[in-house]
């Protein structure tokens, strides 16, 4: 084997390497699925949350300690990651004044994000940081 040939095929065997690594980390990143803390209800799977207009959802900025009602105003970040999940975020004005942040994971082509303007239910889920957000069609 000539020495061009041997660059050649180092220079390939890098380039490979690079792509498998930089490709299993952006798959590992992308295909995040929330875990439920103890406690909590969630769907059957993440494929399905959504159903029935019924979302399981971590709250990730304010809270919520009894039901309540909002109304959706922001719905941001929703491209799918490998496995075809959303990772949505959503602003929720709820009737208390308060205004939280939740992430819906959910798989848009089965079930639509929450969109602004539609009204929806929040509850707390077995946590202070996960709720069931419930829409509330013809509302």
């Known amino acids: 084997m ?7 095929i ?12 930089f490709m299993g980390f ?5 295909a995040w699925e929330p875990t439920l803390p103890k406690g909590a209800q969630g769907p059957v799977s993440w494929y399905q949350n959504g159903k ?4 399981f959802v971590p709250v990730v900025k304010g809270s919520i300690s009894k039901p309540v009602t909002g109304r959706v105003t922001t719905d941001a970040n929703c491209m799918p990651d490998a496995q075809g999940l959303s990772h949505c975020f959503n602003n929720i004005q709820l009737s208390s004044g308060k205004l939280i942040t939740i992430q819906n994971t959910h798989k848009m ?3 639509h994000c929450l969109r602004p303007g539609e009204y929806v239910k929040v509850q707390p889920n077995g946590s202070n940081t996960w709720a069931i957000v419930q829409t509330e069609p013809g509302r």
């Open 109 to 111: 082509s089965i079930h």
């Open 52 to 55: 029935d207009g019924r979302y």
């Open 26 to 30: 952006s798959v590992q990143a992308w």
């Open 10 to 21: 180092r220079g390939l065997s890098a380039i490979l390497l690079t792509g498998i690594v």
């Open 2 to 8: 000539n020495q061009a040939s041997f660059h050649r």
